[in-house]
């Protein structure tokens, strides 16, 4: 059975950086998508980046681009995302989600498994 947990989530001041952590468990690391998702209060939820084991696509929402960065450890079977240049409309809960087995080189539109969240605060 597909499971994630993310962890990382913490209160950052505008400018700060953090890293979240996505474990996964019960599969194995061959064909995959990893989507990280974030929901601000009273906003829907956004898609903020996703990887794709085939030949090791990654996606990123404007929003983001340029400031954060998806990233796998096999060994560890964690995706990371690192957050660089936070800013206060970065805050919400971060979310990740697996799809497996995923043979797509894009991002799936559904996803098999989601964690339950970690929230982000970004605030002086």
């Known amino acids: 059975q597909v499971h994630v947990v993310e962890s990382g989530g913490d209160l950052v001041q505008p400018g700060g950086s953090l890293r979240l952590s996505c474990k996964t468990s019960?599969?194995?690391?061959?064909?995959?998508?990893i989507g990280w998702f974030r929901q601000a209060p009273g906003k829907e939820r956004e898609g903020v980046s996703c990887?794709?084991?085939?030949?090791?696509?990654?996606y990123y929402a404007n929003s983001v681009k340029g400031r954060f960065t998806i990233s796998g450890d096999n060994a560890k079977n964690t995706i990371y995302l690192q957050m660089n240049s936070l800013k206060p409309e970065d805050t919400a809960v971060y979310f990740c989600?697996?799809?497996?087995?995923?043979?797509?080189?894009?991002?799936?539109?559904?996803?098999?498994?989601w964690g339950q969240g970690t929230q982000v605060t970004v605030s002086s």
């Open positions: 989600a697996a799809v497996y087995p995923w043979y797509g080189s894009d991002c799936p539109t559904e996803y098999n498994s």
């Open positions: 019960g599969f194995t690391w061959d064909y995959y998508a």
């Open positions: 990887i794709s084991s085939r030949d090791g696509m990654t």
